[in-house]
């Protein structure tokens, strides 16, 4: 049987020896055997656990559950428990395919919102009535407005009021936010809709322009789930080949 000592296996894997130490405490990986003078061995099947955690974390998808359910993927699979872990693998796949067809459809509702003239007549709401009127909280639109979304025009009593092209940005930012995009990759679009209604929304939305200097997950989001699906089959292959040599 083929024997890692802990540098060994860190450069196998490319991370810092304290990152396999990590993953050992926190149970990311099975214990491995100690030397009589206490240095560890490790073998195959925890080479194997190290590249099934790091390709479940390699893309940061947070949200609703999915960076649990990589966790849990990689829990089982560190205590050997092969099968359950394929299970967890297909529903987390499950999950992201969900995901995707959120982000698709928001991408499509926001198209819908730009071809349309959804509110026929002039419209001038405060920010209590617009609140309502989009199902927001006040301190939701405080946030974008903070945040450099949306601008929005002040009576002579200095009392904010909405139009109806303020309404129209916000139902874009309010859809898109639902679907998980960042605010920063939703401003992205705002810019270029300011200047061309007919932009390509989900490229705009999905490619982060040079001049982005931190870039998350969110700010590609589409990009981001795409890559995960592609990371869950491959920990799936690696599942059932660890599955068969148990």
């Not at 009589?36 to 656990?49: E, H, K, S, V």
């Not at 730009?114 to 405080?142: F, H, K, M």
């Not at 309010?174 to 390509?200: E, F, H, M, Q």
Request: proline share 1%; aromatic share 6%.
């Amino acid at each position: 049987m083929e024997t890692f000592r802990t540098n060994e296996i860190a450069k196998l894997v490319g991370v810092h020896p304290n990152t396999v130490r990590l993953y050992e405490m926190i149970g990311f990986i099975s214990k491995p055997q100690r030397m009589a003078n206490g240095y560890r061995i490790y073998t195959t099947l925890q080479l194997q656990q190290m590249q099934l955690a790091r390709t479940a974390l390699r893309t940061e998808v947070l949200q609703n559950g999915l960076r649990k359910k990589a966790i849990e993927i990689i829990r089982l699979c560190a205590a050997c428990d092969f099968t359950n872990a394929i299970v967890c693998t297909e529903q987390y796949d499950a999950m992201l395919v969900k995901e995707i067809e959120n982000a698709r459809s928001a991408i499509c509702y926001v198209e819908s919102i730009l071809r349309s003239d959804y509110l026929q007549e002039q419209i001038l709401l405060n920010r209590g009535q617009t609140a309502a009127y989009l199902d927001v909280t006040i301190d939701t639109l405080r946030n974008w407005e903070l945040n450099g979304l949306i601008n929005i025009k002040r009576k002579q009593n200095g009392y904010r009021v909405y139009d109806k092209s303020d309404i129209e940005r916000l139902r874009m930012i309010r859809t898109l936010r639902s679907a998980n995009y960042s605010l920063s990759s939703i401003l992205r679009l705002l810019n270029k809709l300011s200047v061309d209604r007919a932009v390509a929304v989900g490229d705009v939305l999905n490619k982060p322009e040079n001049n982005e200097s931190i870039i998350s997950v969110c700010d590609q989001l589409m990009v981001s789930l795409e890559q995960s699906r592609q990371d869950a089959a491959i920990i799936l292959n690696q599942l059932t080949s660890m599955r068969g040599m148990k």
